[in-house]
């Protein structure tokens, strides 16, 4: 029987995310909010946080931020029903299917103007030639329009509060040099290619789906045992033991953080030399009462230096975290600047589907003419209203092609290359963890030199600069999961410290129930093979710039927040070749608003 909902869990929820009370009312009102639509603490938290973000309300709840958001959310939502469709073929229409029907519609409208109806027959309303009906524009439904996408959406009216939006152009996070040299967005000399040998990038689709619990298993056990080699040479530690029984001495083992059922964390200590059968082979409680400081998540491996006395749960005296890699050192290094623009979708605002922020960015990328553009997915998002109730008036890959095409042809002039990295949310792609690149075989042969399709995740070397990208939400997925006592304040200062740690691109596990990962391919493709110059992490969460670990991590932001304009960012990279202590080779980074 679930527990029944009390202020204490919805605002211990809420403090996950850093969301407060702005007045006394307000932990009343959650619960209310709780009961009324039937929502556990975590979903109430979850769509919280979406809805301050996107609407940039602040982390202080109010009494009026709650009614907002329960009228523009959960009343619209509770509301909603998908629309009826009138489908001759039981199923979705592709562009021919479309055009066809739209014509055969215009033929039967002009046959019934000149024809006698039946007593019986309510088709539609009479009409005559004299009194003709407003005939439909055929160029404002068809999908081959030159991409004014409009045409896709059952509402061709622009968002008001996109087109009305402010503070365009404005600097909203910055790094590093004030002002970054004009000069740098004119050169087109810059290299780009995947990092590291072709067999260890993801270069095209696999099969999924047939992955075994054991399989599993030992992907784990793996990343375990790789950690393990790396914790004891940097800690000079001389082994871990392999069984945890009880004892007053105190032991250090291996583990890998978990959670039991009630959340609580813990580790499972896992056999580094001789027979995997002699391990403890189970959950082990942790009491962290004695460490002044800790900060710890799920899937975490991590050395842990402690007592079992009672048999029944390790007291903890030491932590050992993980080690970062070693940053690339390029074998011919470059000091020659470069510009990177990167941006991530929804490139729609979510009342439209019209590109109009897309067409923004790519003026953006016409007028700044960067070396190289990286464009996160979704571009066409799964999690769209209008996707979600399939009410395009054309297909998926369609659309996707179409969006493609405006960019690529848009930032011609411009000679930008173009990275493309796709995300679980594009609803016509693989939904899969590591996700293969889009496949475009329409590529015009001009525009292969400068047109990159890489995978998420993906490591690049952009002039000798080492770039780490991906388009999952990692990090609203591991601050979800989070347990902290830290001398840290900063949430995403941590969570980015672990994912550069753990050496790769998502460390959770279990991972967020939105995820859906291959094993087999995580182990080949999500683990980072050097810790990257810079890491491009978009997300949900509030955007930054911030140097972790001599790493500078950017969170753009997303083009899009909901029906207003959100942010893309602007890195500067120059690698420092005279020698000496390593500097970073960002020099100057920055988040913008479209």
Not at 48 to 62: H, P, Q
Not at 138 to 145: E, G
Not at 434 to 458: A, I, T
Request: hydrophobic share 30%.
């Amino acid at each position: 029987m679930a527990e029944p909902v009390s202020a204490e869990a919805v605002l211990r929820e809420l403090q996950v995310f850093e969301l407060g009370c702005g007045d006394r009312d307000v932990p009343d009102r959650l619960v209310e909010l709780c009961l009324s639509h039937s929502l556990d603490p975590v979903t109430l938290a979850n769509e919280l946080l979406a809805f301050v973000t996107s609407n940039d309300l602040g982390t202080e709840l109010s009494s009026d931020s709650l009614n907002d958001f329960e009228h523009e959310v959960l009343i619209k939502r509770s509301n909603r029903a998908p629309p009826k469709r009138n489908n001759r073929s039981g199923g979705l229409l592709d562009i021919h299917s479309l055009q066809e029907l739209l014509e055969e519609e215009e033929e039967d409208e002009l046959l019934d103007a000149y024809s006698t109806p039946s007593k019986n027959s309510q088709k539609r309303p009479n009409s005559t030639p004299e009194t003709p009906r407003p005939k439909r524009s055929l160029s404002s439904y068809s999908p081959y329009t030159l991409f004014s996408p409009n045409s896709f959406s059952p509402s061709v009216t622009p968002s008001q509060k996109y087109s009305t939006r402010n503070s365009r152009g404005e600097v909203v996070a910055s790094f590093g040099s004030s002002q970054a040299p004009s000069t740098w967005t004119s050169g087109r000399g810059c290299s780009l290619r995947l990092f590291g040998c072709p067999e260890e990038n993801l270069t095209k689709p696999y099969k999924y789906m047939f992955q075994k619990a054991l399989d599993v298993r030992e992907v784990l056990l793996w990343r375990i045992e790789e950690l393990g080699d790396a914790l004891k040479s940097h800690h000079h530690l001389e082994g871990f033991a392999s069984v945890l029984l009880p004892a007053q001495e105190p032991v250090t083992v291996l583990g890998q953080i978990g959670c039991d059922s009630n959340g609580k964390l813990n580790a499972k200590s896992v056999v580094l030399e001789g027979d995997r059968e002699h391990s403890s082979g189970g959950q082990i409680p942790l009491d962290l009462s004695e460490l002044r400081e800790y900060s710890l998540f799920p899937g975490q491996v991590v050395a842990l230096e402690g007592t079992n006395s009672t048999g029944k749960m390790m007291l903890v005296s030491r932590l050992y975290e993980g080690v970062p890699l070693p940053f690339h050192t390029p074998a011919e290094p470059t000091s020659e600047p470069c510009m990177v623009l990167v941006a991530c979708g929804p490139y729609t605002p979510s009342d439209s589907i019209t590109y109009e922020p897309l067409s923004d960015l790519v003026t953006v990328i016409n007028h700044q003419r960067p070396d190289v553009c990286i464009l996160f997915g979704p571009f066409l998002d799964a999690k769209h209203e209008q996707v979600e109730n399939c009410q395009l008036l054309g297909s998926f890959p369609d659309v996707f092609k179409l969006c493609l095409k405006m960019l690529i042809e848009g930032t011609r002039s411009a000679g930008s290359q173009l990275v493309f990295v796709p995300s679980t949310r594009d609803v016509h792609h693989d939904y899969i963890y590591p996700q293969p690149p889009f496949h475009y075989p329409d590529l015009p042969k001009e525009d292969k030199q400068r047109v990159h399709f890489v995978s998420d995740p993906c490591t690049l070397e952009v002039n000798g600069v080492v770039l780490g990208l991906t388009s999952t939400d990692l990090l609203f997925h591991m601050g979800a999961e989070e347990v902290s006592s830290s001398g840290i304040s900063d949430r995403f200062t941590r969570i980015l410290k672990h994912i550069l740690t753990q050496r790769s691109y998502y460390p959770l596990y279990p991972p967020s129930e939105e995820m859906n990962i291959d094993y087999e391919s995580f182990y080949s493709y999500a683990s980072l093979p050097v810790t990257p110059d810079v890491l491009v992490t978009p997300s949900e969460l509030r955007y930054f710039i911030k140097e972790v670990l001599g790493c500078v991590c950017i969170n753009p932001g997303r083009l899009t927040k909901g029906t207003v304009g959100g942010t893309y960012g602007c890195l500067y990279l120059q690698r420092d070749n005279t020698g000496g202590e390593r500097k970073s080779p960002c020099v100057a980074a920055q988040v913008v608003k479209i």
